[in-house]
């Protein structure tokens, strides 16, 4: 059986005078691989003892404070120039070539390559890997070589629960949604709170403990496409109001353009009459004189 957990690097400093492989990782960036180490390392599902990086140092950096967290040094931290290229080939090569002696393996590099990878390992994960996020695939394999497409199974997806977007959010909200049933559950059975009193602390229970960890763990890829399918959804419904704003004020111009028509119209009937009451007039004088 073989792991592989592949993890987008922290965030880094933004681009000056050095190039792109030679930037390092901001300090929220630093913080929050921290954060997502020190998450992976209590997490027992992920035992890592092989480690590997493309050649940018953020990547580099962020590896090698998730080694150390591991309880590992810097110097088993392998570099790869195929996971900075972007060659998936070059990358597929670099994971047939991983020594037998490792189980489970962390590889950290860049998007959209990291996006691909996981696509390719497992068909079913089509989410994407924010800065200092990860996903972990199991394998029926003895060896690295034996890792074919779509032979791996989700074990979990880690993100960092801070500046979310709108997938994040909604994760959120489907991990709190499920965490208020299970703990609504476990206390139904309770004779001292009400259905609705115990429906309403299950929560705010789960609330308060996802809002107080800062990584969010998701061991369901079923959530995550119901997540996933919420966000599209929302997303439909913004553009429906969208364009029921356009709509609507279309509706208003054309309005008002109708209006100033009516009101040219009148005013060039009105313009009319009294020019054709002023010819009129000149007539009838013309013919007094005449007479």
């Known amino acids: 059986m073989k792991r592989i957990?592949?993890?987008?690097?922290?965030?880094?400093?933004?681009?000056?005078?050095?190039?792109?492989?030679a930037r390092l990782l901001s300090t929220s960036g630093r913080k929050n691989i921290y954060s997502l180490a020190e998450n992976l390392k209590k997490d027992a599902s992920c035992a890592i003892d092989g480690f590997y990086s493309s050649i940018a140092l953020r990547a580099f950096e962020s590896a090698v404070i998730i080694a150390e967290e591991s309880g590992f040094s810097r110097d088993n931290v392998q570099i790869n120039e195929s996971l900075y290229s972007q060659d998936m080939e070059a990358v597929l090569h670099c994971i047939e070539t991983i020594s037998e002696r490792y189980s489970n393996v962390c590889i950290v590099g860049h998007n959209p390559l990291l996006e691909k990878l996981a696509s390719y390992f497992c068909g079913d994960f089509v989410f994407g890997l924010p800065t200092a996020s990860c996903v972990m695939f199991e394998f029926d394999a003895e060896k690295f070589v034996e890792i074919k497409e779509n032979s791996g199974r989700f074990i979990f997806y880690k993100f960092?629960?801070?500046?979310?977007?709108?997938?994040g959010k909604n994760i959120i909200r489907s991990l709190r949604d499920e965490s208020a049933q299970m703990i609504d559950s476990f206390f139904e059975n309770s004779k001292n709170i009400s259905p609705e009193d115990l429906s309403l602390k299950a929560g705010k229970i789960a609330r308060k403990i996802l809002d107080s960890s800062s990584v969010v763990t998701v061991r369901s890829i079923e959530l995550l496409k119901k997540s996933l399918l919420l966000t599209e959804k929302k997303e439909r419904e913004k553009e429906e109001r969208e364009k029921d704003k356009v709509m609507k004020k279309m509706a208003k111009i054309e309005e008002k353009m109708n209006e100033k028509i009516m009101k040219m119209k009148n005013k060039k009937e009105i313009l009319q009459r009294l020019l054709d009451e002023g010819n009129s007039s000149k007539d009838s004088y013309s013919k007094g004189n005449n007479s």
């Open 160 to 167: 960092i629960n801070d500046n979310l977007d709108k997938f």
């Open 5 to 21: 957990l592949l993890v987008r690097h922290g965030k880094a400093v933004k681009d000056g005078n050095e190039t792109d492989y």
